[in-house]
C-alpha cells in the first residue's frame, strides 16, 4: 500500500512538473509575443514622430528674387508673406522673375531655398551659353532651364550642404518682349491676365495628377493619403529641388511653357500655393485686373511711392487671407502695361 501510495504521489508530481514545464514554455512564448508587440509599439511611435515633423516641414516660408540687366529701370511688386515691399529692377530684353518657396520644419531646410536662390539664375544663363549649337530658340531655352534645375538638384546628393528630407520648389519666369517662358517645379503658379481671360503657365506638379500619378506607382512609389495625397505619405508635391530621400519618385524636371505675349496681356501673377488653395485662377485675374486698372487711373493724381503692382499684389493676398487660406502666402505682381514691358512683334 505504501508503495502504491508514493507512486501515486510520484505520478503527481510528475504530472505538476510537467504542467509547469508546459506554463513556463507558453509563458516564453508570450513574453516573446510581448516583446514583439513592444517593438511594434516603438517603431510605430518612431513612425508618428516622424509623420509630425514631416508634417511640420509642410509649412511653408518664401524666398523672392528678381534679376535685371542694363540701365533703363521699371517697377515690379512683389510681397512676401505680410511683408509689402516693391522694388525696381532694370531690364533690357530679358527679364527674370524667380519665386522660391522652402518647406519648413528644421534648422537646415533654407539651405536648398537660398542655394536656388543664390544661384540658379547664374545656372540658367551658363546652360543657355552652352547651348549656342542646338537648334531653335526655344528648344535652347527648355534645354538650358532643364540642365538648370538638375544642375541645383545634384548639388544637394552631397548631404554636407542639407539634409536629404528637405526640398525646395522652383518657379521661374522669362519675359522677353515676345515671349514668356516659364518653368515650374513644384506646386507654386503662374497665371497670365490677358484681358478678362485667365491663362495658366503652369500645372501644379501634385501626386493626384493622373500622369504623375502613373510616373510614381509605375517606379516603385506609393501614393499615401495623410492629411491629402503624398508620396510616400510625406510631401504633397511631385516634383522638387532636394527631397532625396524620396527619389526616383520625386523628380526636379520642370515642366517648361512657351507662350507669345499679344497687346491685351495685362498682368502677370506668380504665386505660391497658399494663394491658390483658396482663390481660383479665374477670381485672382478678376481680382488683379480690376485693382491695376483702377490704380493705373489713380496713377496721376495718386502720390503713392509704390508701382500700381504693388497695391494689387497687397490687395490679392488680402483676399486670400480673408478667405481662411492655412499656408503662407506669397505673390509677385508683374505689370504688362508698364511701358518697359510693353510687347514687340519681334523678339
Same mark, same amino acid.
Given at each position: @500500500? ?15 512538473l510537467l504542467g509547469l514545464e508546459e506554463r513556463v514554455v507558453n509563458l516564453k512564448d508570450s513574453l516573446g509575443d510581448v516583446k514583439k508587440t513592444l517593438e511594434e509599439v516603438k517603431r510605430r511611435i518612431v513612425e508618428l514622430d516622424l509623420k509630425e515633423e514631416q508634417l511640420n516641414e509642410v509649412k511653408r516660408s518664401c524666398f523672392l528674387r528678381i534679376i535685371g540687366s542694363s540701365n533703363s529701370g521699371s517697377n515690379c511688386a512683389f510681397n512676401i508673406g505680410k511683408q509689402r515691399l516693391a522694388k525696381p529692377f532694370d531690364v533690357r530684353r530679358i527679364f527674370v522673375f524667380k ?6 520644419? +528644421? ?15 547664374? =545656372? ?27 544642375? *541645383? ?26 515671349? =514668356? ?18 491663362? /495658366? ?31 510616400? +505619405?510625406?510631401?504633397? @508635391?511631385?516634383?522638387?529641388? +532636394?527631397?532625396?530621400?524620396?527619389? /526616383? ?24 500655393? +497658399? ?23 489713380? *496713377? ?17 493676398? !488680402? ?9 503662407? =502666402? ?9 511701358? !518697359?514691358?510693353? /510687347?514687340?512683334?519681334? /523678339?
Amino acid at each position: @500500500m505504501e508503495t502504491c501510495e508514493m507512486t501515486r504521489k510520484a505520478s503527481r508530481s510528475r504530472d505538476m512538473l510537467l504542467g509547469l514545464e508546459e506554463r513556463v514554455v507558453n509563458l516564453k512564448d508570450s513574453l516573446g509575443d510581448v516583446k514583439k508587440t513592444l517593438e511594434e509599439v516603438k517603431r510605430r511611435i518612431v513612425e508618428l514622430d516622424l509623420k509630425e515633423e514631416q508634417l511640420n516641414e509642410v509649412k511653408r516660408s518664401c524666398f523672392l528674387r528678381i534679376i535685371g540687366s542694363s540701365n533703363s529701370g521699371s517697377n515690379c511688386a512683389f510681397n512676401i508673406g505680410k511683408q509689402r515691399l516693391a522694388k525696381p529692377f532694370d531690364v533690357r530684353r530679358i527679364f527674370v522673375f524667380k519665386l522660391f518657396f522652402e518647406i519648413v520644419g +528644421g534648422a537646415n531646410v533654407a539651405l536648398v531655398s537660398n542655394y536656388c536662390a543664390n544661384e540658379l539664375c547664374r =545656372i540658367v544663363a551658363e546652360e543657355w551659353e552652352r547651348g549656342s549649337s542646338l537648334d531653335g530658340w526655344n528648344k535652347r531655352w527648355e534645354v538650358a532651364l532643364c540642365k538648370a534645375y538638375e544642375r *541645383a538638384d545634384n548639388a544637394f546628393k552631397d548631404e554636407a550642404l542639407a539634409p536629404k528630407s528637405v526640398g525646395s520648389t522652383a518657379l521661374v519666369l522669362i519675359v522677353s518682349p515676345c515671349q =514668356i517662358i516659364a518653368a515650374n517645379c513644384g506646386d507654386s503658379r503662374a497665371v497670365l491676365c490677358r484681358g478678362a481671360q485667365a491663362i /495658366p503657365l503652369t500645372v501644379d506638379q501634385k501626386p493626384d495628377r493622373a500622369d504623375e500619378l502613373e510616373r510614381i506607382t509605375s517606379s516603385g512609389g506609393r501614393i499615401l493619403n495623410w492629411g491629402c495625397l503624398r508620396v510616400e +505619405g510625406i510631401l504633397s @508635391m511631385s516634383r522638387a529641388i +532636394g527631397d532625396h530621400d524620396l527619389k /526616383p519618385w520625386v523628380i526636379s524636371v520642370p515642366e517648361v511653357t512657351f507662350t507669345t505675349r499679344t497687346k491685351e496681356d495685362e498682368c502677370l501673377i506668380l504665386a505660391s500655393d +497658399g494663394l491658390w488653395d483658396v482663390l481660383s485662377n479665374d477670381d485672382v485675374v478678376k481680382l488683379a485686373r480690376k485693382e491695376l486698372r483702377q490704380r493705373h487711373r489713380l *496713377a496721376g493724381a495718386n502720390k503713392s511711392s509704390f508701382p500700381p503692382a504693388w497695391h494689387v499684389s497687397q490687395h490679392v493676398l !488680402k483676399q486670400a487671407l480673408d478667405a481662411y487660406s492655412l499656408d503662407n =502666402i506669397s505673390v509677385i505682381v508683374v505689370d504688362l502695361k508698364n511701358p !518697359k514691358l510693353k /510687347p514687340q512683334e519681334k /523678339p
